[in-house]
């Protein structure tokens, strides 16, 4: 019924059958497994240059992977744009970097230098950011025809930085209307073939059901760093931690009181986040995918809190099981390294002492590499595919025979936004 | 021999699905439309394999502007392309032979890389430091110097973490501040020396680019006779004059564009950050240390100092403190005592402090 009038015929094949909800997750967790893992090795011997051919493959796999409608996406990016969008990304950046290390030493601006790289650094972020959405929407394709991507990423730049500026000024309270601001920017430039795209999503109704989660993250440290402010004598306190111990003996309780207040407000936005993060995730992907439209295409999410929750623990108890298996085998490693090394070097020899301190220094470099990749593999393939897959197969997409007729349109873009994500630490998926 | 099989075709003009008939006959494969006529016909090299789940072949075809594809689900019509194309590889021997040169061409470029930081990068930058002009040590210096200060004296104490400001003190830094005139004058760098004594219980001592030396008090404390101190100031004279902190820097900057830039690192205050990390942190090699020790002994007998107290010093603070990282960052303490020994001219010393100005500068951060 969706696709099969489009020739007027299909009576002699049998069409491939849509099962109930239209998108489908369809690929080997255990191949994805496979491929992170030998892609994980490959970067620790290559010091991070297979990270374009391992993105490539992780494209391929989840685009390729995910059926809409019976029919599958198809990546058509090559790790060879990427590795050439990221050398000249590199052949703008270095220049950049070095003129303003020079203009620093020069102008002697070493306490704006911070300011200043991390807005100008920022800004370029975004510039990067949606030129890389430019680029992995020219090289998606479905049916035969692309996505593609309009729209000046310099405006987009300015308009993040703004609404970024404001969200981070109001402590978040703005972060519904910039959410669907850029949301709308991005998505009135989106195509599939010549079907435009807009976002629906309302600031208001992303408030109303988040201000609850707000407040319970931020009211408690407003109303603690304020409580605290008003009873502790700031003087005394400042006088008792020049003086040392002894000094806080003299402090009154209620200043005391304050400091424990203070101390308790701080880290409670940082545990709440933790704790409910998960909650907010799931809030932001059901309103963001309700909001999406392309024509007359609208989509719903069915996407439940304790889904996002399940990931998030598989994930912690995976990076558990790991740590501890690899705390084991690198101290194991190490035990035998430095059994090694006494055979050749004996504790009494004047440079004992040089040779431990390299290869200890040698071994915590190794273990961070091992456990950094470690975690970021689990987290690849526990919490982003286990996302992608319970996000898209909990998609409702109504009007859906909009598109069986659209016209292609676009043409690839370059992967220079790629690689200054990239360059700039800021890459994504 | 013609397999004949059924496949869903995309014209790449619309999203529209058309069901096709598909004939691989040994010339070219065909897509013929249900009624029969040819909607498509390709040479068997213009064939060219796109990504897909496991159990589809898709397939396009190459150099095409337009996004024309053909998606076949039936194994036996996969297999019968499969052997007559030559770009279609299902076992994947293509891809992984492809895979192979760039894993290995990845390795010998890190090796290449990793090679060029342990020897090429040390190399260039012992070459460009004489030509870098001193008022790149200073500014660096002056830059190197607010992170050091943020990170030994977090409080922010300023004056108070400097010795000699109490007036108790202020005795004890004239006898400090002569001392180091006088090793200053012998030295005659284009630039001025600002020499202070911080409260630092570890016996140390440090110099930044551009004449910035901070003596720790530990090291005050130690010292037995005006010599053993001033010899340690003359090491660290001997660093800035040898511009070592500038060409440490030029290294960090070198390593930090190979690898912070390989590994997607890109920050411009982090190069201020790395230089204080490899100024404050990495060892300087024994090369560096004993021009070191060569310039203090010249320096000592110019100002008719004992230069081996130098020696003497630090042979008492290795043996009974193993924090010391940063003076004394070499193993081979005998070597160097031996060769400030052997490099001594003979001759009468005189210390470069009276007894008095010695016990006065023994008590510059008070006590």
């Known amino acids: 019924m969706t696709t099969l009038e489009a020739t007027g015929a299909g009576g002699s094949v049998p069409a491939v059958a849509p099962r109930s909800g239209v998108v489908h997750f369809i690929g080997d967790v255990r191949a994805y497994w496979r491929l992170l893992i030998r892609g994980a090795a490959l970067l620790m011997v290559t010091l991070g240059i297979y990270r374009f051919w391992?993105?490539?493959?992780?494209?391929?796999?989840?685009?390729?992977?995910?059926?809409?409608?019976?029919?599958?996406?198809?990546?058509?990016?090559?790790?060879?744009?990427?590795?050439?969008?990221?050398?000249?990304?590199?052949?703008?950046l270095v220049p950049l970097n070095v003129a303003f290390f020079i203009l620093m030493l020069v102008v002697g601006l070493a306490e704006f230098a911070g300011v200043l790289s991390f807005a100008l650094l920022t800004l370029f972020g975004h510039f990067a950011i949606y030129r890389a959405r430019r680029y992995r929407l020219t090289r998606t394709i479905y049916r035969g025809v692309r996505c593609h991507q309009t729209g000046s990423a310099a405006r987009y730049a300015i308009y993040a930085m703004f609404w970024w500026t404001l969200n981070i000024l109001s402590l978040g309270l703005m972060y519904p209307l910039m959410a669907a601001a850029l949301e709308r920017f991005k998505m009135r430039n989106t195509y599939f073939g010549n079907l435009g795209g807009r976002f629906e999503g309302s600031a208001g109704s992303l408030f109303v059901r988040g201000f609850l989660m707000w407040l319970v993250v931020?009211?408690?440290?407003?109303?603690?760093?304020?409580?605290?402010?008003?009873?502790?004598?700031?003087?005394?306190?400042?006088?008792?931690?020049?003086?040392?111990?002894?000094?806080?003996?003299?402090?009154?309780?209620?200043?005391?009181?304050?400091?424990?207040?203070?101390?308790?407000a701080l880290f409670w936005p940082v545990i709440a986040a933790l704790v409910l993060y998960p909650v907010f995730q799931a809030m932001i992907w059901r309103w963001w995918v309700s909001g999406l439209r392309f024509g007359e295409v609208s989509i719903t999410s069915r996407l439940r809190t304790g889904q996002v929750y399940r990931i998030y623990l598989r994930f912690f108890g995976y990076v558990f099981a790991f740590s501890i298996v690899a705390g084991i085998m690198l101290s194991m490693l190490y035990g035998i390294v430095t059994g090694i090394s006494t055979l050749f070097v004996k504790p009494t020899d004047s440079n004992a002492d040089e040779v431990a301190s390299i290869i200890g220094g040698v071994v915590a470099l190794g273990s961070y590499v091992v456990m950094a990749l470690g975690f970021s593999t689990i987290y690849q393939a526990v919490?982003?595919?286990?996302?992608?897959?319970?996000?898209?197969?909990?998609?409702d997409i109504s009007n859906i025979s909009a598109l069986d007729h659209v016209s292609a349109a676009g043409i690839p873009s370059s992967a220079v936004g790629e690689g200054l994500a990239d360059a700039l630490n800021m890459g994504g998926l | 021999m013609t397999t004949v099989g059924t496949a869903v075709y995309f014209d790449g003009k619309t999203s529209a699905r058309h069901d096709v008939r598909v004939e691989v006959t040994p010339a070219a494969l065909r897509v013929l439309s249900p009624e029969g006529a040819v909607v498509a016909e390709w040479g068997y090299d213009e064939i060219e394999p796109l990504s897909s789940p496991d159990h589809v072949l898709r397939i396009g075809k190459r150099n095409n502007p337009s996004l024309e594809r053909l998606e076949v689900h039936d194994p036996q019509l996969a297999t019968a392309i499969d052997d007559l194309s030559v770009p279609v590889d299902r076992s994947g021997l293509t891809e992984r032979r492809g895979r192979r040169k760039v894993i290995g061409w990845s390795i010998a470029a890190t090796a290449s890389l990793f090679m060029m930081a342990v020897f090429g990068v040390p190399e260039i930058a012992n070459r460009l430091a004489p030509f870098m002009p001193y008022g790149f040590d200073r500014k660096l210096g002056e830059a190197v110097d607010a992170q050091v200060r943020g990170s030994l004296d977090p409080r922010g104490g300023g004056g108070e973490f400097e010795c000699g400001n109490?007036?108790?003190?202020?005795?004890?830094?004239?006898?400090?501040?002569?001392?180091?005139?006088?090793?200053?004058?012998?030295?005659?760098?284009?630039?001025?020396?600002?020499?202070v004594v911080i409260r630092k219980s570890d016996a140390n001592a440090f110099a930044l680019p551009g004449g910035y030396i901070y003596v720790h008090q530990g090291l005050v404390q130690k010292s037995e006779r005006p010599d053993e101190l001033a010899g340690v100031i003359a090491h660290e004279i001997g660093h800035v004059a040898n511009r070592d902190g500038t060409r440490s820097a030029l290294q960090a900057a070198g390593l930090s564009f190979l690898f912070g830039m390989l590994l997607g690192d890109f920050v411009g205050g982090g190069a201020v950050i790395l230089a204080t990390n490899a100024i404050l942190k990495n060892s300087y090699s024994r090369d560096v240390e004993a021009d070191a020790d060569a310039y203090a002994v010249k320096l000592m007998a110019k100002v008719g100092g004992d230069p081996r107290a130098l020696g003497t010093i630090l042979q008492r603070i290795v043996g009974t403190h193993s924090g010391v990282r940063i003076l004394l960052d070499h193993p081979e303490t005998k070597d160097r005592v031996t060769a400030i020994n052997l490099m001594t001219p003979p001759g009468p010393v005189r210390p470069l402090l009276d007894p008095k100005e010695w016990a006065a500068l023994r008590r510059v951060c008070g006590q």
């Open chain 1, 383 to 395: 919490v982003r595919l286990g996302l992608w897959r319970l996000i898209s197969e909990s998609l």
């Open chain 2, 166 to 195: 109490a007036d108790a003190e202020k005795p004890g830094r004239a006898a400090f501040d002569k001392m180091v005139g006088q090793l200053a004058r012998a030295a005659g760098l284009p630039f001025q020396l600002r020499v």
């Open chain 1, 218 to 264: 931020i009211a408690p440290l407003v109303a603690g760093v304020m409580l605290s402010f008003t009873v502790i004598d700031w003087y005394a306190w400042l006088a008792a931690a020049k003086g040392g111990a002894d000094a806080f003996e003299n402090l009154d309780v209620h200043t005391l009181a304050g400091v424990v207040v203070l101390v308790a």
């Open chain 1, 54 to 92: 391992l993105n490539t493959d992780i494209r391929r796999f989840l685009w390729s992977n995910t059926e809409v409608t019976g029919h599958t996406l198809e990546y058509t990016g090559t790790a060879r744009e990427l590795l050439l969008g990221f050398l000249i990304a590199i052949a703008i």
